[in-house]
């Protein structure tokens, strides 16, 4: 991946997500996971029909098992959105697929907009776009 070894990408948690991971992570392996998104987030497997969404399985120490992890990464430009997590197999339907690609486009959408407020913003007042 492009410059991906040089920085960390900003990881973004889902509020349903950072609830879940208090239950099943502690500290110190939640704080694991992130880094390891955070320099690799290509790391997952990529979940066909869902515009990218990705899947990583996590040892949970206070089940004792692994977790699914389920995230989105676009490029170095947008954070890394960690969307939920998953105790067991991921339902895999189209019905939940297509969600997950409503939410995605959302996401992008929403991140385009910032940009684009920001941008429009240094126009106005005379300075050139980051």
Do not use: C
Request: hydrophobic content about 45%.
């Amino acid at each position: 991946m492009l410059g991906a070894v040089n920085y960390p990408i900003t990881i973004a948690e889902m509020l349903n997500y950072t609830k879940d991971a208090e239950r099943f992570f502690e500290v110190e392996e939640h704080e694991a996971l992130k880094s390891l998104l955070a320099w690799n987030p290509e790391n997952g497997m990529v979940l066909d029909g869902t515009g990218g969404v990705r899947v990583l399985q996590w040892p949970s120490r206070k089940t004792g098992r692994l977790v699914s992890v389920i995230y989105y990464f676009r490029d170095l430009n947008m954070p890394l959105y960690i969307l939920a997590l998953y105790r067991r197999a991921i339902p895999l339907s189209p019905e939940w697929r297509a969600e997950l690609k409503g939410l995605v486009n959302e996401l992008v959408a929403h991140h385009r907009e910032g940009w684009r407020t920001i941008i429009l913003a240094q126009l106005k007042s005379g300075k050139e776009p980051a």
